[in-house]
C-alpha cells in the first residue's frame, strides 16, 4: 500500500491541473482496500476514487484522500462455443482490455479502441463510441461498499446504466469502490459499423476486429488531441436529448442540423455542432480553448487552472443556451 500526504494530482488527472490533496492512497488488493476502508480516522475523511483521471476537472485543493487501485489482471472466468467471459481489474488500463481481446479474437469491445482509462472508471462512466457502450458487454460489476465495507456483485440492470451513466455516479446512492468488472464477448464478432463515418473509412478494408480497431484509433487520434500534448478530458459535454417537437422547430431555421432519433418522442443532437454554431471550434481565451479539430474538447494550453477551464465552459453553456434553448450537461466530472 501506498500513502502520500500533500501529495500533487498533476499527474493523476489528464487536464494536467496542479492541485494537491490532503491524502493520497494507492492500494494493491481487496485487503488492503478493506483495511482502508475500517480504518477510523480515514473514514471520518472526504474522499473519492479516481481512476487514470481522464474525465475530471480539479477545481480546488482537495481536502481529503484520493484512492487509488492497483487491482490489475485479465482472467477468464468461463468460456463457451459462442461466448467468454472475462474478469477484469478495476486498475487495468482499458484500451489494454481492448487490444487484449482482439488479439484472442474475442469481438464487442473493438469500436471501444483506444478510450482513455481505467477498466474500473470505464464501468462507472458507461463509456461508448460508435453505437457501443461498455454495458452492451458487461455481466457483472465487483464493488465494496464505503460505508458498510460490505462486497456487493452489481447485476447489469443494478447498474442502472444509460447515457454516460450509472448507478455508481448518483450522489444519492451509497458509494460503492469498483474492484472488478466481467464482461462477456462473443467468439464469432458480430460487427457494429453503420454509426457516423465508420462504414465509409472501412469501405475496401477486409473487415476484421484489428482493421475495425485500427480504423477507430485512426478516426480517434484525427479529431482528439494527444493528452501529453495538451491537457484535456476528450468530450467536455454530453450530446444533449431534446423532444422531437424543440427538434422540427430548430430545424425550420438550420436544416443541416445533425439528429439522431432515439424514439418517436426523443431526439439527439450533436453538442459538437451545437458549439461550432456559435464559435467556440478553435477558439482560445488565454490558457483554455476549444479543439480546432473537435468542438467537444475543452484543451489546457499550459498553466491554466480548473477554474479558468470551468469558467470557459460555462461561457460555452450559456451561448449555446441562448441560440437553440438547449442546456448542455457536463460529461467531466469537476471536483471543488
Known amino acids: 500500500m501506498r500513502i502520500e500526504q500533500n501529495y500533487s494530482l498533476k499527474e493523476h488527472n489528464t487536464f494536467h491541473i496542479?492541485?494537491?490533496t490532503r491524502w493520497f492512497i494507492e492500494y494493491e488488493n481487496e485487503k488492503e482496500l478493506l483495511n482502508i476502508l475500517h480504518d477510523e480516522y480515514f473514514r471520518k475523511c472526504?474522499?473519492?476514487h479516481i481512476g487514470e483521471g481522464s474525465n475530471l476537472l480539479f477545481i480546488n485543493d482537495f481536502n481529503g484522500?484520493?484512492?487509488?487501485?492497483?487491482i490489475k489482471g485479465t482472467k477468464v472466468l468461463k468460456e463457451s462455443a459462442e461466448h467468454v467471459l472475462l474478469r477484469i481489474g478495476a486498475a487495468e488500463h482499458w484500451d489494454d482490455v481492448v487490444s487484449f481481446a482482439i488479439s484472442k479474437g474475442w469481438g464487442g469491445i473493438e469500436n471501444l479502441s483506444y478510450i482513455p482509462g481505467e477498466a474500473g472508471a470505464a464501468a462507472v462512466q458507461n463509456i461508448g463510441a460508435y453505437d457501443i457502450e461498455i454495458k452492451d458487454v458487461i455481466e457483472t460489476v465487483e464493488a465494496?461498499?464505503?460505508l458498510t465495507c460490505e462486497r456487493k456483485i452489481f447485476t447489469k440492470e443494478e447498474c442502472a446504466y444509460n447515457y454516460r451513466h450509472s448507478r455508481f455516479k448518483e450522489n444519492d446512492r451509497e458509494?460503492?469502490?469498483i474492484t472488478h468488472i466481467n464482461i462477456k464477448l462473443l467468439k464469432t464478432p458480430d460487427y457494429n459499423l453503420n454509426y457516423g463515418n465508420l462504414k465509409e473509412k472501412l469501405a475496401g478494408k477486409?473487415?476484421?476486429?484489428?482493421?475495425v480497431r485500427e480504423t477507430v484509433i485512426e478516426m480517434r487520434k484525427s479529431k482528439l488531441p494527444e493528452i501529453k500534448e495538451y491537457g484535456n478530458a476528450g468530450s467536455f459535454f454530453m450530446n444533449p436529448y431534446i423532444c422531437s417537437e424543440h427538434y422540427e422547430c430548430l430545424k425550420k431555421y438550420y436544416p443541416e442540423i445533425p439528429f439522431y432519433p432515439v424514439n418517436k418522442e426523443v431526439v439527439k443532437i450533436s453538442a459538437a455542432w451545437l458549439i461550432e454554431q456559435c464559435g467556440f471550434?478553435?477558439?482560445?481565451?488565454g490558457n483554455v480553448g476549444t479543439y480546432p479539430k473537435q468542438a467537444l474538447v475543452i484543451i489546457n494550453y499550459g498553466g491554466a487552472t480548473g477554474e479558468e477551464i470551468i469558467s470557459y465552459a460555462e461561457k460555452i453553456q450559456k451561448a449555446v443556451k441562448e441560440k437553440f434553448y438547449i442546456e448542455l450537461t457536463k460529461e467531466v466530472k469537476c471536483v471543488q
Open 65 to 70: 484522500i484520493i484512492f487509488h487501485s492497483q
Open 18 to 20: 496542479n492541485v494537491n
Open 46 to 48: 472526504l474522499s473519492l
Open 175 to 177: 458509494p460503492y469502490i
Open 144 to 146: 465494496y461498499n464505503q
Open 281 to 285: 471550434k478553435g477558439k482560445r481565451e
Open 206 to 211: 477486409d473487415i476484421s476486429l484489428r482493421s
